[in-house]
């Protein structure tokens, strides 16, 4: 059976993406059964019809004949599609039900679809990484997805791996695969979500287990720093580096060095030194004090930013001197 | 329209009333089948221009001139027009106006007035649609899916309240030719012994009764929760967006039969015509499209494999639709069949007709994929689906749609088209057809997702090819609908009764008909296609 299988992967293997997962075999030998029967299917009534086309053609065929029905050839033609089109059907529940059986060491990683990317949450020792667009995943390691969405659908697709499943706001879809091969194999976004849908891609990068652990374990680390000023230059980078340098430069608004402890003057209010209070100030209501010589172009960061996040922040400015 | 200096003795349908009026105000289903062919060839050719337009800017994996939300508007609008405006009214509201009363001879249809107020029903809910153009247009491609469609532009109450009317029409003829077809038979003519393409649009009037109230519901719903945020698909709002997906494919996915099965009606009049002899299994043919109608209410789900519904639902599904492909199968032998020993002559509706045959048996065939439930989900939303989904509508009902209009254009119009043009532009579109969607056929298989306006570089000859095919396609219909318009005004005149030596009964009346038809009304006393 195996040794049949490759000789149709030879054939009509061009069609189908790379193989790189455990349960992959189990849709292209279908694949390449049902082509099989359809091309033979569709050569053999397209002959069929092109001989009676030339042969009857009424140049040469003057008198019809009359053959209202013909109950043998109808019995055959009703049952023959019959048997096969279940078999075909049969055939793929078997498959499906295997592909959806999940081992129970599988690795899990919840997986979330949003306008326009796609969030993977990995936990260790009850510490938490989220990382985008990347699904790191060991090789030969079953791996489990717990799927949402936070606002339209979206469908989780990797070609090369044949698993395809919608996201759906408000409920959990699953989907497992076991990746075969290291690499790096594509995502897509296969339910139509908006403006950006078609650039809603990612990259499943399968590594060793070695690989995996180091990858993860810096990821953790690195999303549980204590240090305030890290994290505050990290908040610093999402959301102020547009626009303020840490230097002395102007982006936009003004630099960040320096900041701390100096004296500001302002267009519409009165001199002051630069404290914790005018630093809070200036992100949550940016036109209340506008520097000198600066527009007034600052959006208020009011619930954009949490308290905690605003003091990293002011940590962080501590340290540019 | 009317061309009064050759017909001003002849007393004919077309020119036994003048001017816009009468014309707007008409209930002969003659005359309304024309209004039905303006407003349709219209919307097909721009919904045509979209799709040329759609394939250029996939010209390129990247941007070529249009930015996401534009292709975005022009994928929704280049959907919703060919299904809602095109295929759907195409052959039943059509060619089935035309024909019906005709074949069955009688008058009229059971209720002249209700079949204008279906026109106009078209016209408006067309019209309303189209206004969401000035709204700033829709982005949510023609299945509304939620919650997506609860949050898009405000235009998409437009479009969904467009669809709600244009239902109405849907709904009414439906009802109308389901009268017809009871009560107002000729004398003699039995139900074995209706023409096939009758059987047809009852098969489809069922469907079209039963399941275009519960779109409309739909419709209702998701404008209701847009306007007053009731909560029946938006999580956010305690509702189910599977929901929708249930409620609008419970109607479309038996639309998509609303769409086939007529078509498929003037197939066997056309290959029956055409090969001289008698059809092949009338009584399979006939009970064939009652059976895919009853089975088609049943199949829904297999749009829904990967959407996270119920696994065993899945599997219902799979094994359902599976089985609504043996009907159609059957239909496919029994044409081939009937060539069998017959006298073929190949004119543009034949040629059109094995335009059907040939690519609905790959639309057929690539259905298997979708249907065996682990195949389906690798191919689920690629373009493997989009490619199978234009062999049925295009290459199936379409082309279908153009056999009938070639077939019945002599008696419609009293007129001959070009026939050489007419072959032409068969085989142009077979060809451009093939260059369009086999390539989508292939990439959608190697994962290239539907609904893309970036694509990976990986794709990108394939797109290229589909492009160049889709401006064969184009001009293969913009010159079918060239020799249609200049054959009315200026193609040779027709006044036999009966140009193709057909054995049904519209061919026994004068050619353009009298206003009623008849001056007699038949008595029929044998089976159709008794060709001997």
């Keep these: 059976m195996r040794f049949l299988g490759d000789i149709l992967q030879m054939l009509f293997g061009f069609s189908l993406p790379e193989q790189a997962a455990e349960n992959v075999h189990l849709v292209d030998d279908l694949y390449n059964v049902i082509m099989l029967l359809s091309i033979v299917g569709f050569i053999g009534l397209m002959a069929v019809m092109t001989y009676f086309i030339i042969r009857y053609h009424r140049s040469v065929n003057n008198k019809s004949a009359y053959i209202p029905h013909n109950l043998t050839a109808e019995l055959i033609w009703t049952i023959i599609p019959t048997i096969i089109f279940v078999g075909i059907a049969i055939w793929g529940i078997i498959a499906f039900n295997k592909m959806e059986t999940v081992p129970s060491n599988a690795y899990k990683i919840n997986v979330t679809g949003k306008q326009w990317m796609w969030e993977f949450t990995y936990k260790r020792d009850n510490l938490e990484v989220n990382v985008a667009d990347v699904m790191y995943v060991p090789v030969n390691v079953p791996v489990v997805l717990e799927m949402t969405a936070t606002d339209v659908l979206h469908s989780f697709y990797v070609p090369s791996f044949r698993i395809k499943r919608d996201t759906v706001p408000g409920m959990k879809t699953r989907v497992n695969f076991t990746a075969t091969k290291k690499g790096d194999f594509k995502i897509f976004c296969t339910e139509f979500c908006g403006t950006a849908h078609s650039k809603m891609r990612g990259i499943v990068r399968v590594v060793s287990q070695e690989r995996f652990d180091q990858w993860l374990n810096r990821e953790v680390k690195e999303a549980n720093i204590s240090d305030p000023v890290e994290l505050g230059l990290r908040v610093y980078s999402r959301n102020c580096a547009t626009c303020h340098s840490t230097g002395t430069n102007t982006i936009i608004g003004p630099g960040l060095q320096g900041l701390w402890g100096s004296e500001r003057a302002f267009e519409n209010a009165d001199k002051l030194v630069a404290d914790a209070e005018y630093i809070r100030e200036s992100i949550i209501s940016p036109n209340t004090k506008i520097v000198k010589g600066y527009p007034a172009k600052m959006n208020s960061f009011a619930g954009l930013l949490t308290e905690k996040e605003i003091d990293h922040i002011i940590e962080f400015i501590k340290t540019l001197k | ?532």
């Design chain 2, 1 to 532: 329209m009317s061309n009064t200096d050759t017909h001003s003795h002849g007393g004919n349908y077309i020119n036994c009333e003048k001017g816009l009026w009468s014309w707007l105000t008409t209930i002969d289903h003659k005359r309304i089948a024309l209004m039905y062919f303006i407003v349709i060839m219209a919307f097909f050719l721009i919904g045509g221009l979209f799709a040329v337009l759609l394939r250029l800017e996939l010209l390129t994996p990247e941007p070529l001139f249009m930015t996401g939300d534009a292709y975005n508007r022009v994928m929704t609008l280049h959907g919703s027009i060919m299904v809602f405006m095109v295929i759907i009214p195409g052959v039943p509201a059509l060619l089935g106006n035309f024909a019906l009363p005709l074949m069955i001879g009688a008058k009229d249809v059971a209720f002249p007035k209700l079949n204008l107020a279906s026109w106009y029903c078209l016209v408006i809910g067309a019209a309303i649609a189209v206004m969401s153009l000035f709204w700033g247009g829709v982005d949510t491609g023609w299945t509304f899916y939620t919650p997506y469609s609860g949050k898009s532009a405000d235009a998409v109450t437009f479009v969904v309240l467009g669809a709600f009317v244009m239902g109405f029409s849907s709904i009414l003829t439906g009802v109308n030719f389901i009268v017809t077809i009871h009560k107002l038979r000729a004398p003699g003519l039995t139900m074995m012994r209706l023409p096939l393409f009758i059987w047809s649009l009852y098969a489809t009037a069922i469907i079209q009764v039963i399941a275009t109230p519960v779109l409309g519901i739909t419709l209702l719903l998701l404008v209701f929760e847009r306007t007053f945020g009731i909560g029946i698909f938006d999580p956010v709002l305690g509702g189910d967006p599977v929901l929708f997906q249930h409620f609008f494919w419970f109607y479309s996915h038996p639309a998509v039969y609303i769409m086939i099965i007529p078509a498929m009606g003037i197939i066997s009049e056309v290959i029956a015509t055409f090969s001289q002899k008698t059809i092949f299994g009338y009584k399979a043919i006939a009970y064939s499209s009652l059976a895919i109608s009853a089975i088609s209410f049943l199949v829904w789900g297999h749009h829904m494999f990967v959407s996270g519904q119920s696994g065993f639902a899945g599997k219902v599904f799979s094994i359902l639709t599976m089985l609504v492909g043996v009907p159609t199968a059957i239909k496919l032998f029994n044409w081939v069949a009937t060539m069998y020993k017959g006298r073929v002559k190949l004119d543009t509706p034949m040629l059109y007709a094995i335009n059907f045959l040939s690519l609905f048996t790959i639309g057929g065939v690539t259905g298997l994929f979708l249907a065996a439930f682990a195949v389906d989900v690798h191919l689920h939303d690629t373009y493997f689906v989009v490619a199978h989904f234009h062999y049925t509508m295009l290459g199936g009902a379409l082309m279908g749609f153009f056999a009938g209009l070639f077939y019945w254009f002599p008696k419609m119009t009293g007129r001959y088209y070009n026939e050489f043009l007419g072959r032409v532009s068969a085989i142009m579109t077979f060809v451009g057809f093939n260059l369009t969607f086999i390539p989508q056929f292939i990439m959608g298989s190697q994962g290239m997702p539907r609904r893309y306006h970036t694509y990976d570089g990986v794709f990108a000859p394939y797109h290229m090819a589909s492009t160049f095919g889709s401006w064969i396609v184009a001009a293969g219909f913009i010159l079918a609908i060239y020799i249609m318009v200049r054959g009315m005004f200026k193609g040779k005149i027709c006044t036999e009764k009966n140009p193709w030596g057909s054995t049904t009964l519209e061919w026994t009346t004068d050619t353009p008909p009298i206003h009623e038809n008849f001056t007699e009304i038949p008595t029929v006393t044998g089976r159709p296609y008794e060709y001997r």
